[in-house]
């Protein structure tokens, strides 16, 4: 019987000791599990909409990358894209090639540690890099009210905050998240995540500060996001909202004529 207790002691201690090594290595990796930045995802596209390469500071003296596309300042809006956890610019040549057929003029920036920029991606250091845009725009002599967000995965939790308590025409939001917390209980359901992660992009707390109209876009066979988290964003969204959501989408939903014109659609009833 002592020797049954022993050994079921050990047995106690070295699973202990396990799952605090676990503990550990999510806790001081935990961004690198989560930033991406040389993952491709689509590759070998070309860019069939011009573009200009600009530099756009931030207040902790990084210079990011972003590409901008400038069609008519006076009479179109301007989309401010926020990019996902994983790939550089040229992974989204899929979806800008579209833009160029939407009145619309856009700025998208690659994140610190991403497309060659310096740095550390990091939730606060996310945040700044967003407003850093959003300035660049509005020293250009583009107003607040005719800059529209756009945020796909990751870029949503950037979007929500910065669209907090402001007057932007619009904000679009693609395949987002109820928070990162939520994110990370589905693929570490015995982690106690809520205290060990430091990013946490808390977007369902967000939206009730948003009074821009939105535009929520899901798909059902999302298996990074769950779809019940776009959805449950839409439903705590304020009016006026407008949702995209499709059966047969997964994570990286497809830019196709049915998408495109739920994008034209909404920027419509901005105007």
Same mark, same amino acid.
């Given at each position: 019987?002592?020797?049954?207790?022993?050994?079921? #002691?050990?047995?106690?201690?070295?699973?202990?000791?396990?799952?605090?090594?676990?503990?550990?290595?999510?806790?001081?990796?935990?961004?690198?599990?989560?930033?991406?930045?040389?993952?491709?995802?689509?590759?070998?596209?070309?860019?069939?909409?011009?573009?200009?390469?600009?530099?756009?500071? +931030?207040?902790?003296?990084?210079? @990011? #990358?972003?590409?901008?596309?400038?069609? %008519?300042?006076?009479?179109?809006?301007?989309?401010?894209?926020?990019?996902?956890?994983?790939?550089?610019?040229?992974?989204?040549?899929?979806? @800008?090639?579209?833009?160029?057929?939407?009145?619309?003029?856009?700025?998208?920036?690659?994140?610190?540690?991403?497309?060659?920029?310096?740095?550390?991606?990091?939730?606060?250091?996310?945040?700044?890099?967003?407003?850093?845009?959003?300035?660049?725009?509005?020293?250009?002599?583009?107003?607040?009210?005719?800059?529209? #967000?756009?945020?796909?995965?990751?870029? +949503?939790?950037?979007?929500?905050?910065?669209?907090?308590?402001?007057?932007?025409?619009?904000?679009? @939001?693609?395949?987002?998240?109820?928070?990162?917390?939520?994110?990370?209980? +589905?693929?570490?359901?015995?982690?106690?995540?809520?205290?060990?992660?430091?990013?946490?992009?808390?977007?369902?707390?967000?939206?009730?500060?948003?009074?821009?109209?939105?535009?929520?876009?899901?798909?059902?066979?999302?298996?990074?996001?769950?779809?019940?988290?776009?959805?449950?964003?839409?439903?705590?969204?304020?009016?006026?909202?407008?949702?995209?959501?499709?059966?047969?989408?997964?994570?990286?939903?497809?830019?196709?004529?049915?998408?495109?014109?739920? @994008?034209?659609?909404?920027?419509?009833?901005? %105007?």
């Amino acid at each position: 019987m002592n020797n049954l207790r022993t050994n079921l #002691l050990k047995f106690f201690l070295i699973i202990l000791f396990l799952y605090l090594v676990i503990l550990f290595f999510l806790f001081f990796y935990q961004r690198n599990l989560l930033y991406h930045p040389n993952e491709n995802n689509y590759y070998g596209d070309k860019l069939t909409v011009d573009i200009k390469k600009v530099k756009i500071s +931030t207040a902790d003296n990084i210079e @990011l #990358l972003a590409w901008y596309h400038e069609k %008519n300042l006076k009479d179109y809006k301007t989309i401010l894209y926020f990019h996902g956890n994983a790939g550089s610019l040229e992974n989204r040549i899929h979806k @800008l090639n579209h833009f160029k057929n939407l009145d619309i003029n856009f700025l998208i920036i690659a994140w610190r540690g991403f497309s060659g920029n310096e740095g550390k991606p990091s939730e606060n250091g996310l945040y700044e890099d967003g407003e850093s845009a959003v300035k660049w725009l509005l020293n250009k002599g583009i107003e607040e009210k005719n800059i529209i #967000l756009y945020g796909e995965s990751l870029g +949503t939790g950037i979007a929500t905050h910065i669209s907090q308590n402001k007057n932007f025409a619009g904000v679009i @939001l693609e395949t987002p998240f109820t928070s990162m917390v939520d994110v990370a209980k +589905t693929f570490y359901p015995y982690i106690p995540v809520s205290l060990v992660l430091k990013d946490k992009f808390e977007n369902k707390k967000k939206m009730k500060n948003i009074s821009s109209p939105i535009l929520v876009m899901h798909g059902e066979l999302d298996q990074i996001v769950p779809f019940r988290m776009g959805e449950k964003i839409y439903k705590i969204a304020n009016n006026p909202k407008y949702s995209y959501f499709t059966k047969y989408d997964n994570h990286m939903m497809e830019y196709d004529e049915n998408l495109i014109r739920a @994008l034209e659609s909404f920027l419509k009833s901005l %105007n």
